[in-house]
């Protein structure tokens, strides 16, 4: 299994404001995916980052609003920005094995 | 593109007794069927999983129950402890690498003393 780590843990940000998340995987891997929990909600896949390219956008998520960056495979992050109360979530990075898939601890923001 | 509903959104059982959690996806083409519990606070974990080419699967307490023909699979949960209570989420995909998950809105397992 991958080891991920996820910073900040947490933070309390300002409207208007952005917020740049950052992954770090124990191990190469191809392609993370960034998830979006909103309270007491399922996980809602946001983008899929791959390494060399652009990444893959869900519909509902644009990359205005979600840039992302993969400079090695190894790493990510994911920033929120011009933040309003509504994108007061759990952002979570997550990377595939063969099969499973791993999440990282989470990222819980709160946006006033 | 796939979809997943998941049933009961919450459940409470006493310790000791059987839960059951049942989703139904749509795209027949899923072939990869896990299960993520979540406690209060803490990031989704695979507890178990199944695929297309499996009918049932066990790890100790734990179940998973595959029904292609109708396009759903249950988890089973024996003998429940306090430390079960949790939000549990299924979720399929096609299986093949980089292919999307689609999580189902999740179901809130309590048990009660």
């Known amino acids: 299994s991958a080891v991920i780590s996820q910073k900040p843990s947490r933070d309390i940000c300002q409207r208007g404001t952005s917020l740049t998340i950052q992954c770090q995987v124990d191990s190469q891997v191809t392609m993370m995916f960034w998830y979006r929990q909103q309270p007491g909600q399922s996980l809602t896949l946001i983008a899929t980052?791959?390494?060399?390219?652009?990444?893959?956008?869900e519909s509902g998520f644009v990359i205005d609003k979600f840039p992302i960056s993969r400079p090695n495979l190894t790493f990510s992050t994911l920033t929120v920005s011009n933040m309003s109360p509504e994108d007061s979530s759990i952002y979570l990075c997550s990377v595939r094995g063969s099969t499973e898939q791993y999440f990282g601890p989470g990222t819980r923001l709160t946006v006033t | 593109g796939e979809n997943v509903e998941q049933h009961p959104s919450t459940l409470s059982v006493q310790e000791g007794d059987s839960a059951v959690i049942k989703c139904t996806y749509s795209?027949?083409?899923?072939?990869?069927f896990p299960w993520y519990k979540q406690e209060l606070g803490k990031r989704p974990q695979l507890i178990i999983d199944i695929r297309s080419n499996v009918g049932e699967k066990k790890d100790q307490r734990i179940a998973v129950t595959l029904n292609k023909t109708a396009k759903h699979f249950s988890l089973h949960i024996t003998e429940t402890q306090p430390e079960d209570s949790a939000v549990y989420f299924c979720?399929?995909?096609?299986?093949?690498?980089?292919?999307?998950?689609?999580f189902g809105p999740g179901t809130r397992l309590s048990v009660l003393p």
């Open positions: 795209d027949s083409a899923s072939n990869y």
């Open positions: 980052a791959n390494q060399g390219s652009e990444a893959t956008y």
């Open positions: 979720a399929a995909s096609r299986g093949n690498y980089g292919q999307n998950f689609v």
